[in-house]
């Protein structure tokens, strides 16, 4: 497995360089989406279990984005999908021009989706745009119901909310119905599901949604 060290990249604008990506990546029929979360949300294991699922059906590939470490790239290769673990040298998020040279490193030819599993925090990757065409982020149970107060901007942001560790809901006195109506109230449009990646409850919405997006994001580019 590879993996690179990336320094953020000085560019007058990476709003420029992500809109350039996605134009890209959609001529390619690459739908890129960027999944963010804290530190042990969950992230990794969804993407495990996702791909055990979809990979019949799609080619997927994942970048793995941490500070260290290439723990999460190896347990990715294992479950059968494509993987590139990324270094931020110490950085706290993504931007356009890492997603990209990970990306080319990687190699995404033939790739109908790819994730890119952020750097986990819930504050700075919201803040760039990395070029994806999605974004989809994880809040879980044991986090608490009050995490769209506290950090607005990351569920202003994403397209998705997916509530994971749902089977341990009832041990961390989680409101669903107060959760989804802060969401909702910052992000009137945000799509969101409640799953378990332990036991796949719930899994059959979020990967109805995700082949949707992948041939939504297929047409768009004919
Ligand atoms: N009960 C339960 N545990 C879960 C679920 N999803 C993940 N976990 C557990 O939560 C822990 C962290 O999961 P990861 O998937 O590694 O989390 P992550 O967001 O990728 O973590 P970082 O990459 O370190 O930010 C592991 O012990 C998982 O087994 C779930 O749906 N239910
Ligand atoms: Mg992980």
Redesign the pocket.
């Known amino acids: 497995m590879k993996i690179i060290e990336l320094k953020e990249t000085v560019t007058a604008s990476n709003d420029r360089d992500a809109e350039a990506l996605r134009a890209e990546m959609k001529e390619k029929g690459t739908l890129l989406i960027n999944l963010m ?10 993407l495990e279990r996702t791909i055990r699922d979809l990979s019949g059906d799609y080619n997927i590939a994942v970048l793995e984005a ?1 500070v260290d470490s290439s723990v ?1 790239a190896e347990r990715i290769e294992k479950v059968g999908a494509k993987a590139i673990q990324v270094h931020t040298g110490g950085m706290c998020h993504m931007d356009a021009g890492m997603t990209r040279n990970g990306l080319e490193e990687m190699g995404y030819e033939g790739v109908d989706l790819a994730f890119l ?1 952020n ?2 925090n819930l504050i700075c990757p919201a803040e760039f745009d990395t070029g994806a065409g999605k974004k989809v982020m ?1 809040l ?1 149970t044991p986090e608490g119901d009050d995490k769209p107060l506290k950090y607005p901007l990351m569920f202003t942001e994403s397209d998705v909310l997916i509530i ?5 809901a009832e041990y961390f006195d989680f409101d669903f119905e107060k959760c989804e109506e802060r969401a909702k109230k910052l992000n009137p449009n945000i799509t969101i599901f409640k ?5 796949g409850e719930g899994f059959e919405a979020w990967e109805k949604w995700l082949r949707g997006a992948v041939a939504d994001w297929k047409d768009a580019a004919k």
């Open positions: 979360a804290s530190p042990g949300a969950g992230k990794t294991t969804l941490d999460d599993e750097v986990g994880i879980s994971s560790k749902i089977d341990v799953l378990s990646s332990k036991t």
